[in-house]
């Protein structure tokens, strides 16, 4: 799938929930079953700062694919990290770079991509694509 | 007595829905909203007398002169200090301490002096002494907290000696809530010499102050933690003290006269009020005070008591709950978490119910590493709340427990 | 082109009376009227949106924030700064001076280094700099003024050499209202690798100001000038100076980390806005430059330039009448005297027949000394003012004239 | 004449006058008129500072009573020294000490004596009475 239709699929799961409740509910549950990361990953450098939340993010390449593997010690930033890396884990660089990654506004959790939001997911989308610019530099040396 | 209905009817922001909801506003830590008569006080400066102060001839400046010279009085009454020149009006309790970090250094302390602060500090009421250590070799002592994150008393006169010349210390610490023993460590201080400043930022609003009785050489606070406007605080400091003090800023009428090659200061407070004011947080500090009067600070300390007493007993009353700082002497706020979860979710959770609580380290980071938390959630009360809205927020928290855990 | 009625009729205050007669408010030096916009603003935002900022997760804050920081934005439109983390703001011209006399010397100056400023300064831009003659040893040279008042170009290209490290200057000097040919000042300040910091104080009222095409490192002034909220001031900074400037205030909000031995300063401007900010000044800045915008500043410039050759050739034909700085590149402000009487005289006067100048030394001390002058009677426009005002001010001078002489 | 009484002629005076302008005209005239003060006198220590306007006081002793000469640079200021001379000069100090100098109000000047009033008169009343306080004492010595 391209990002763009994880991105739909993600837009379609959000459309079933009419209430704020539920929403958060299947982020928080996202959050919980986010695949730990490895304790010896969750060091400073890899350390995405914001005010509250941390969020630690750690990039691969494999088969010239950019692999995610991240966390946060707040479960709802946690769930939305998960998002993240379910529209963005493993696709090509290049994919990842030009992805919009709007969605969040769409499924109505924009206030935390907004620049005030103190969580780093926006500075998490960031580094997420200045990570993958720099592999794919890394890729074609 | 509180007449809560009253009161709130005064507030035009409590109408609000946040998120489809009526606001809860439990966020009067960070900053209270404003009764109508604050904000009315400015559309009226602004229509009916504005104009710069303090050097103009005409009658635009004269009237709103003596209605800004009128507000430095009310803050004396406030605080009952000795004169209405000892109010020096600044852009906030941080610009308040850093004015008092440099001009008092300036004029009094050498290297090797030390200075007192505590681990339960606001960083700005840390940071500007750390910065003095860093630039001007005055050493920086820090009285450690008890366990549930109390001052160390003992430990507080064990630092103590005749090389310490300032301590300063919050009056009731806004992470906790915690009214510090002002007397023992006033007196504990002048023993020693040493002058003291007062961190009033989260007491002015909660507790009657009285800056003779207590002895404080200085107070400091904000007007926008008490019903008042933003960009305007107060530093109370001794006369003695002020005329003894360099000004802070050097600018427009600080000055009797301007050569080259020197300069004459003004008269107090002028001499530390360099610039044009925050002209309009005269008169909307004079309305916050009236309208604080009005209600009746020993009204509003025992309404909220009760308010902090009730919210404490239901928070108690749920099981995957922490509070912390858990003792009998607090105002006005309540610190904790749920277990087990980041004050973040928390806070974002009951924000999507319409509850304003702040969460994080509170701009307390050394006292968050002594709990070992990265921060709490905080609900802080005003006069205008009510158990109403606490039922409100206890069922958030419990809806929080139940969709985080 | 100016609709005058119109403009009028969006300030309230120009409905007073003054003493029985309608205001004559020709003391915009000092502070300008504020347009119902910008009033109204800060009644929005008190009865909506009043959170304190940038630390909270819950829905007011986080609105009030994007409100706040999108004022940011509109200043630096305004200047056409690069980036808005350019922009610092601060309480008011002296407060950005004094925070650039601060940080910049710390960061930059050592004793024997020498800044540059000019006879015709405000205080605010003169003493910060003489403090720190006094305090750190860095020296202080003063441009000379020509008689008529303006700088003396030749001897300000004496005084620069390689210890020169800051150039200091009004854009438009506050008393007589000279424009300063600011291309030249830089291009000859950069020569010798020294920075520039520019009083604009009394210019962004009347000119159109681009900072990048001015090259300026540093630009300064206050929004109370500007139609806007008194408590608010700016200060432009080249991102790589704030970059290595240390912080001028210490406090909530300008740190990453704080742990009790160091601290990691937050991005910018962050690491430069202590504390709680003026918060209502955000909304208020907006809306003033809103109205700034609308009007435009082309057409502003052009009106009052109009405003200001009226008045000068109506008061030039006044024999008793002495006019200051009477050359042609003017901004804003006319400065004069009744022959052999005092300032104080004429505006007690027009104050009686509603009209309000300002009279004294303007905080220009070192300017009336050259000027060989107690002080002057100064009338300054905004484009609110008319025709038919100065007309009604002509006459006051000649009525004045007529009881003094 | 007492300074209450002087007081009350001076009020009776401005009473005639129903325009501010004949008032201050006739504040002017006053200025005007006043008995020039020695410019020997004009000494910084008997400056009385007001932001604007200076005002030099000398005060001296005769047969008990206080003279005050005084003098200043704007003649408005000039004026209303001239009528603070005329009420309280000539008097023994104990009355000059107990003098409420309230009838500026009255005439219609008030905001003259304002604390803010640029113009020093309200320091110049309290330095007349100091003086007269600190005569008083040297004469009972
Ligand atoms: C040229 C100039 N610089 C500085 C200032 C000081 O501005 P503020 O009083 O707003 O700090 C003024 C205003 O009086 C001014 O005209
Ligand atoms: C105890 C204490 N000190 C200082 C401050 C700083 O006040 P301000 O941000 O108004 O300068 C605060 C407010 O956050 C506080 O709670």
Redesign the interface.
């Known amino acids: 799938m391209t990002i763009e239709e994880i991105e739909q699929e993600i837009i379609d799961e959000f459309a079933m929930f009419d209430n704020w409740e539920d929403k958060y509910q299947y982020v928080i549950d996202m959050g919980k079953d986010l695949k730990p990361m490895a304790e010896e990953l969750k060091t400073d450098d890899r350390l995405i700062k914001g005010c509250q939340s941390r969020v630690w993010l750690h990039s691969a390449v494999k088969d010239g694919r950019v692999i995610y593997t991240a966390d946060s010690d707040a479960i709802i930033t946690k769930g939305l990290v998960a998002l993240m890396i379910r529209t963005l884990s493993d696709h090509d660089p290049e994919e990842i770079i030009n992805a919009k990654v709007d969605f969040i506004d769409t499924i109505g959790l924009k206030s935390h991509l907004s620049p005030t939001r103190a969580n780093g997911l926006l500075s998490m989308v960031k580094q997420m694509k200045l990570d993958a610019m720099a592999l794919k530099i890394k890729l074609s040396n | 007595m509180i007449d809560v209905n009253y009161i709130r009817q005064q507030f035009?922001?409590l109408n609000?829905k946040?998120?489809g909801n009526p606001?809860v506003?439990f966020?009067n830590g960070?900053?209270t909203?404003?009764p109508k008569r604050?904000?009315d006080s400015?559309?009226n400066y602004?229509?009916?007398?504005?104009?710069?102060?303090?050097?103009?001839?005409?009658?635009?400046?004269?009237e709103m002169?003596?209605e800004y010279?009128n507000a430095r009085i009310a803050v004396q009454k406030f605080i009952n200090a000795t004169y209405a020149h000892e109010i020096v009006f600044t852009?906030?309790?941080?610009?308040s301490?850093?004015l008092v970090?440099s001009s008092f250094s300036?004029a009094f302390l050498k290297p090797g002096d030390e200075i007192i602060v505590s681990?339960m500090e606001?960083?700005?009421?840390?940071?500007?002494w750390?910065?003095l250590r860093d630039?001007k070799g005055i050493s920086m002592k820090?009285i450690p907290l008890t366990k549930e994150g109390e001052l160390n008393m003992e430990a507080y006169k064990k630092l103590l000696s005749p090389k310490t010349k300032l301590v300063a210390i919050a009056h009731v610490s806004n992470s906790l809530g915690l009214v510090n023993p002002l007397e023992e460590i006033i007196s504990e201080a002048k023993k020693h010499g040493a002058k003291v400043l007062i961190d009033g930022a989260q007491a002015v609003p909660h507790l009657r102050v009285d800056v003779q009785k207590l002895g404080a050489d200085f107070y400091v606070f904000?007007m926008?933690k008490l019903y008042g406007?933003?960009?305007?605080g107060v530093l109370f400091a001794k006369e003695e003290l002020l005329e003894a003090m360099p000004?802070y800023?050097?600018?427009?009428?600080?000055?009797?006269?301007?050569?080259?090659e020197k300069?004459e200061w003004a008269d107090l407070p002028n001499k530390f009020e360099?610039?044009?004011?925050?002209?309009?947080?005269g008169p909307a500090t004079k309305a916050a005070l009236h309208f604080v009067n009005e209600v009746g600070m020993g009204n509003i300390a025992a309404y909220e008591h009760e308010l902090l007493t009730y919210c404490s007993d239901q928070l108690g009353m749920i099981e995957e709950v922490e509070v912390y700082g858990n003792i009998k002497n607090k105002a006005g706020v309540i610190s904790f978490n749920i277990k087990k979860?980041?004050?973040?979710?928390t806070?974002?959770?009951?924000?999507?119910m319409g509850?304003?609580?702040?969460?994080?380290h509170h701009?307390t980071?050394?006292l968050m590493?002594h709990l070992g938390i990265?921060?709490t959630v905080r609900a802080s009360f005003a006069v205008y709340n009510t158990k109403e809205e606490i039922d409100i927020f206890i069922n958030g928290v419990k809806?929080a427990v139940k969709?985080?855990l």
Chains 1, 4 share one sequence.
């Open positions: 035009p922001i609000r946040v998120n606001l506003y966020d960070a900053t909203q404003k604050v904000i400015i559309v602004y229509s009916e007398l504005n104009s710069n102060i303090h050097r103009g001839v005409h009658t635009l400046s004269r002169t003596i010279e852009k906030g309790t941080t610009d301490i850093n970090a300036r681990e606001h960083h700005s009421n840390f940071l500007p750390q910065n630039e820090v904000s926008h406007p933003t960009g305007m000004p800023q050097y600018g427009g009428g600080i000055i009797k006269s301007v050569t080259i300069t360099a610039g044009t004011p925050n002209i309009e947080g979860t980041h004050p973040f979710d806070g974002t959770l009951l924000d999507n509850i304003a609580v702040r969460t994080g701009c980071q050394p590493r990265p921060g809806k969709m985080l």
